[in-house]
């Protein structure tokens, strides 16, 4: 089993859609997750923290679930823009130890 | 200013060749890392260094030798260059805390 499971996708949402991604980890003992985005050739740029309460940011809303060991994102009002390949990130034993999941892609259309 | 930045952005090289990838950050951070992101786009971690000492050593073939003359540098050297060794390989550094900054990326392909 992968350390960090992500649907791979892809997802094709019509924009002003809401989508939300899932990522699974079996660590029992990590401590922090993050999501990253992945444009195109591009290199990954943390998109957000995931919290143990939950958190929000904008059209962004991401949840952990300790006891089923998984987190999610949550996009409202999807835009063009927001296409893109979306990693989930869990640290293994210290935040020196980031271990990525394969990302999941959203296409956001017209 | 670029926070990290690694070199080449490209390397197209020969099999059997050894090559090298420099990384540098000025964000004062104390962790370096590369990643290695392979065709089907899963990003892999491969070393880890904190203040110029080694961490985290993934299984990775004894060819790839990372060097860290500095807590601002981490490069990598790899030996008798594969096929399979194509890929895009990524630096990052961090304070150990949360966020990576990753570097643009060098895409390495192996002929």
């Known amino acids: 089993r992968k350390e960090v499971e992500q649907d791979p996708g892809p997802f094709n949402v019509p924009e002003g859609a809401t989508v939300a991604f899932n990522c699974t980890y079996s660590n029992s003992a990590s401590q922090s997750f993050f999501w990253y985005r992945q444009d195109c050739r591009k290199e990954p740029k943390l998109l957000m923290s995931?919290?143990?309460s939950g958190n929000e940011d904008g059209r962004f809303t991401a949840q952990l679930n300790r006891a089923s060991q998984y987190i999610s994102l949550l996009i409202r009002d999807s835009k063009l823009s927001d296409s893109a390949t979306y990693l989930c990130?869990?640290?293994?034993?210290?935040?020196?130890?980031?271990?990525f999941g394969a990302g999941t892609r959203l296409t956001v259309k017209p | 200013d670029t926070a990290v930045s690694q070199t080449p952005k490209y390397l197209v090289t020969q099999m059997g060749n050894d090559k090298s990838i420099k990384c540098e950050q000025n964000?004062?951070?104390?962790?370096m890392y590369w990643y290695k992101q392979d065709s089907k786009k899963f990003l892999k971690i491969m070393f880890s260094y904190n203040n110029k000492e080694l961490i985290i050593n993934e299984t990775v073939p004894n060819r790839f030798s990372p060097k860290s003359p500095d807590k601002a540098h981490l490069n990598l050297h790899i030996n008798s260059l594969e096929l399979g060794d194509s890929a895009v390989y990524f630096c990052?550094?961090?304070?150990?805390?949360?966020?990576?900054?990753f570097g643009s990326g060098t895409q390495l392909s192996v002929l």
């Open positions: 995931v919290y143990s």
């Open positions: 964000l004062g951070h104390d962790t």
């Open positions: 990130v869990v640290t293994r034993y210290n935040n020196n130890d980031m271990r």
């Open positions: 990052a550094s961090s304070l150990g805390d949360e966020k990576l900054f």
